[in-house]
């Protein structure tokens, strides 16, 4: 089974949309929203589908704090998190689960959809192969919700930094999983998520202290010729 982790907060303008594309999964899975405090009618969305199971964040630590409290709730062998604004495409996603669930890798990642909520518009988001290479030294192969890794996995690399992070808390999870020399990465050619770019975005609109954060953070940052190489697996 794949727990499916959303952190949400005031997200009800899209969160229906989140929810349904989830429940069209044909996989087991629990779907696990944990609610940061929502005054904006989130909550009676949620009531409306029982299947799903709310958490209320029982401390402020942000958005990594409320994914990491799904996480230690998820009874899925597999877990990942999609936020209250990005979408499921279901055979993509279920093609990452079918691959993983044989046990032949710790983290698979897939290719999606960058939705710009501003302009309406979609653009394809490839993932890279060679993952782990590829966040060694900087640059994430794939778009965060189109990931699925063991809970194994997770606990063994510590979990979210959410005391530390608060934007760039995905990229330090994915390269402290990818310098695990026994950790196996997998990329599928697979259309798996429905990412949102929103200018008011939790990134978008903080992109000082995203600099802030990989600057006091020491991230690895890619050379020419590992940007030159990033360029070019867009089109492998």
Same mark, same amino acid.
């Given at each position: 089974?794949?727990?499916?982790?959303?952190?949400? !907060?005031?997200?009800? @303008?899209?969160?229906? $949309?989140? /929810?349904? *594309?989830?429940?069209?999964?044909?996989?087991?899975? #629990?779907? &696990?929203?944990?609610?940061?405090?929502?005054?904006?009618?989130?909550?009676?969305?949620?009531?409306?589908?029982?299947?799903?199971?709310?958490?209320?964040?029982?401390?402020?630590?942000?958005?990594?704090?409320?994914?990491?409290?799904?996480?230690?709730?998820?009874?899925?062998?597999?877990?990942?998190?999609?936020?209250?604004?990005?979408?499921?495409?279901?055979?993509?996603?279920?093609?990452?689960? !079918?691959?993983?669930? @044989?046990?032949?890798? $710790?983290? /698979?990642? *897939?290719?999606?959809?960058?939705?710009?909520?501003? #302009?309406? &518009?979609?653009?394809?988001?490839?993932?890279?192969?060679?993952?782990?290479?590829?966040?060694?030294?900087?640059?994430?192969?794939?778009?965060?919700?189109?990931?699925?890794?063991?809970?194994?996995?997770?606990?063994?690399?510590?979990?979210?930094?959410?005391?530390?992070?608060?934007?760039?808390?995905?990229?330090?999870?994915?390269?402290?999983?990818?310098?695990?020399?026994?950790?196996?990465?997998?990329?599928?050619?697979?259309?798996?998520?429905?990412?949102?770019?929103?200018?008011?975005?939790?990134?978008?609109?903080?992109?000082?202290?995203?600099?802030?954060?990989?600057?006091?953070?020491?991230?690895?940052?890619?050379?020419?010729?590992?940007?030159?190489?990033?360029?070019?697996?867009?089109?492998?």
């Amino acid at each position: 089974m794949i727990s499916i982790i959303t952190p949400n !907060l005031n997200n009800a @303008k899209y969160l229906e $949309d989140n /929810i349904l *594309s989830i429940s069209k999964l044909n996989i087991p899975f #629990e779907h &696990i929203i944990i609610d940061g405090g929502s005054t904006d009618g989130s909550l009676d969305i949620i009531l409306k589908y029982p299947q799903i199971k709310l958490l209320h964040q029982t401390e402020k630590t942000g958005m990594y704090g409320a994914i990491h409290q799904g996480f230690s709730e998820a009874k899925g062998e597999y877990i990942t998190w999609v936020n209250a604004d990005d979408r499921i495409i279901t055979a993509g996603f279920e093609a990452m689960y !079918l691959e993983i669930s @044989k046990g032949i890798c $710790d983290f /698979i990642y *897939s290719d999606g959809y960058y939705y710009y909520v501003k #302009e309406n &518009i979609q653009k394809f988001g490839k993932g890279r192969r060679f993952g782990k290479f590829f966040l060694k030294h900087g640059c994430m192969p794939t778009m965060q919700p189109s990931s699925i890794y063991t809970k194994n996995l997770y606990l063994e690399i510590g979990g979210l930094r959410y005391d530390k992070f608060k934007i760039i808390g995905d990229l330090d999870l994915f390269l402290r999983m990818a310098k695990l020399k026994k950790c196996r990465f997998k990329y599928i050619r697979a259309l798996s998520t429905v990412f949102s770019n929103r200018d008011d975005s939790l990134g978008n609109s903080n992109s000082n202290l995203y600099y802030k954060e990989l600057a006091d953070n020491q991230m690895p940052k890619p050379n020419l010729l590992v940007s030159i190489l990033y360029r070019i697996f867009k089109y492998i």
